[in-house]
């Protein structure tokens, strides 16, 4: 794991990399600029800071390799997270689960941690685009070291039946991952992708809360008193059959 996270770090110096990067925080700072509560984590990627907007007094970011050359971060198994059940408002998943090798632990692992009604926010690459194209025919996968790319509708049955509600889902990447200049923001492809060719879009985010369902006791229905009329029991249906 370490040789494929330092082959995406020096990937992501060169200008396809800078340009996926800029993306990738303008959703971040969208997303989490309106999640409130305590405790956030991020989990991996620690190029991006995805928590930079969000104004929880506490954010954590989590590696899972020692190799990565950077300060404050907690290095621990994803599929094991120190922390207590029901403890943290916010997670966010930067490519985790198409970069480590258990992406079902890693997910169950963040329902256990996530509290009721706290949010999660994943980023993925779409199989079905141009970057799903090129990671597929990539020696090595593309970006560095991808393992896979899981796709949103395996995504949303996956967090469906984590009890997961899905509350926002957006596309964006909308350039060819070709070239050796990164391309403008502006862009033809990127003005005209989220209206005339949105299928085409080689990223997603997927923002979705944990839902806890609780079970409301219902009082049994007793067996009601035959009424009794003149003195008599009034007969019932089925004593008159």
Do not use: C
Not at 153 to 173: H, M, N, P
């Amino acid at each position: 794991m370490s040789g494929q996270i330092i082959g995406l770090h020096d990937w992501f110096e060169t200008p396809p990399g800078r340009y996926l990067l800029a993306w990738e925080q303008a959703q971040f700072d969208q997303a989490v600029s309106d999640v409130f509560g305590y405790h956030a984590l991020q989990l991996g990627l620690a190029e991006v800071e995805a928590l930079r907007t969000n104004r929880m007094p506490h954010r954590w970011l989590a590696l899972s390799d020692p190799a990565m050359p950077v300060r404050s971060a907690l290095v621990t198994d994803f599929s094991a997270l120190p922390f207590p059940a029901n403890s943290l408002d916010l997670v966010v998943l930067p490519h985790t689960l198409e970069y480590e090798p258990e992406p079902h632990e890693i997910l169950r692992e963040v329902g256990r941690i996530l509290s009721a009604e706290g949010h999660l926010i994943v980023l993925g690459f779409r199989p079905l685009s141009s970057w799903g194209l090129r990671h597929l025919f990539a020696k090595d996968g593309f970006p560095p070291g991808l393992e896979r790319m899981i796709g949103e509708g395996r995504l949303r049955d996956w967090l469906k039946l984590l009890g997961f509600e899905i509350v926002d889902a957006r596309r964006y990447l909308f350039t060819l991952p070709v070239g050796s200049s990164a391309p403008s923001s502006q862009s033809f492809f990127e003005r005209a992708g989220q209206h005339v060719w949105p299928l085409f879009a080689g990223g997603y985010l997927m923002k979705a809360r944990k839902r806890v369902y609780t079970l409301t006791p219902v009082r049994p229905r007793w067996r009601l008193r035959p009424k009794v009329v003149g003195g008599l029991i009034e007969p019932t249906t089925r004593g008159s059959g």
